[in-house]
């Protein structure tokens, strides 16, 4: 069943029941080798998942749990493999979202739960987003309104003894680092998306590979500097011949008022509410599905805070498809 938390809705099946989980895979259509986060309701829950609670990991379960973070641990020998992937880590998380709370709870048991979109599509952030995505595949949705953080949880290992940043989402690096009183590094996977002196950081060809969270049309992501984005995006506008849309601050939008006749434009927020940002994110895309436009224009936001969780989603939907100003 799907069912809404914090950060995105999710499609839940009973953690401890391999063939329960199978049916997770088949619904999404998603590979088998990605694992699953298994979602708790009470701190004693870990205790049959993990084999090895680390200090570090109590510090961050005392601060941000419930929340929008998930923490990787050894996994204990009871977690069934299609949870984990075959791994010998689990990931787990304790949402906040009452609903998402009172359905655990319920069903006393871990409830094993990926984003309910189909596989490569963007997070659902409205029930709507998993009726379109899954409807007839899910027995039931319940529908809890908007989700409040947008964006997924973040993903921390804590399986190796130092703290690594598996996936940016609600909880910042920043947070984490100054809650541990240490410098949390990224993983290779992460940094090399991110790290502006990394290849992949580069302009590249969309490859199918890379493609996540992407709505139909293409998306080009210009970074840089916000006036010489704007003149950039000036240019793709009156050049390009394709049905445009724009994904863009508002403080952007306002200042290309004039040029922007033809273009389908959403805001994602105003530039100092990155929190509204990453609440948008996920929705806006969609919305372009429904108005067939055929090329996205987005503005690159700054790394910091939520900012490197949604340039995260953000790069991955345009396949790397960036233009550095
Ligand atoms: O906010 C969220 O985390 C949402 C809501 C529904 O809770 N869930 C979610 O699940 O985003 P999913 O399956 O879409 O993403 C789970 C991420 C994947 O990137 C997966 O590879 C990673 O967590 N993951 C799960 N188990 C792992 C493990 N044992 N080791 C490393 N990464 C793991
Ligand atoms: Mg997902």
């Known amino acids: 069943m799907a069912f809404p938390t914090e950060t995105v809705y999710g499609l839940g099946a009973n953690g401890m029941d391999g063939e329960a989980v199978k049916k997770i895979y088949t619904a999404k259509g998603r590979p088998s080798d990605n694992p699953l986060i298994l979602h708790i309701a009470n701190e004693g829950s870990l205790e049959q998942l993990a084999l090895h609670i680390p200090v570090q990991a109590r510090i961050l379960m005392d601060t941000f749990w419930p929340g929008p973070l998930t923490l990787v641990f050894q996994k204990q020998r009871g977690v069934p493999e299609q949870v984990t992937g075959g791994l ?10 009452p609903i998402a709370q009172a359905l655990i709870a ?5 409830v094993a739960a990926p984003s309910a979109n189909r596989s490569g599509r963007p997070s659902p952030t409205l029930a709507q987003h ?7 595949r899910v027995e039931m949705i319940i529908d809890g309104g908007p989700a409040e953080v947008g964006i997924e949880s973040t993903v921390v290992d804590l399986s190796t003894g130092e703290p690594v940043l598996l996936r940016p989402g609600g909880i910042s690096i920043e947070e ?18 991110i790290d502006e002196s990394a290849e992949e950081y580069k302009p590249r060809s969309p490859g199918m590979k890379y493609r996540h969270y992407s709505p139909e049309a293409e998306l080009l992501i210009i970074e840089g500097e916000s006036e010489q984005v704007r003149v950039q995006l000036i240019e793709l506008i009156h050049m390009s011949g394709k049905k445009l849309g724009l994904l863009a601050t508002r403080e952007m939008v306002e200042s290309l008022a004039s040029e922007l006749a033809p273009v389908s434009v ?10 509204e940002m990453a609440a948008s994110l996920f929705r806006l895309l969609r919305e372009f599905d429904e108005e067939d436009v055929e090329l996205i224009l ?4 700054p790394l910091h805070g939520l900012g490197l969780a949604v340039m995260n989603r953000l790069r991955k939907a345009a396949g790397y498809q960036i233009i550095q100003v």
């Open 88 to 97: 010998d880590t689990v990931a787990v998380r304790m949402p906040s979202h």
């Open 106 to 110: 319920a069903s006393h048991v871990p």
């Open 130 to 136: 998993v009726i379109r995505d899954l409807e007839g």
């Open 176 to 193: 984490l680092q100054e809650t541990l009183g240490m410098t949390v590094s990224m993983d290779a996977g992460v940094a090399s998306r």
């Open 266 to 275: 959403k805001v994602l927020g105003k530039r100092a509410d990155i929190n």
């Open 298 to 301: 987005a503005e690159g936001l």
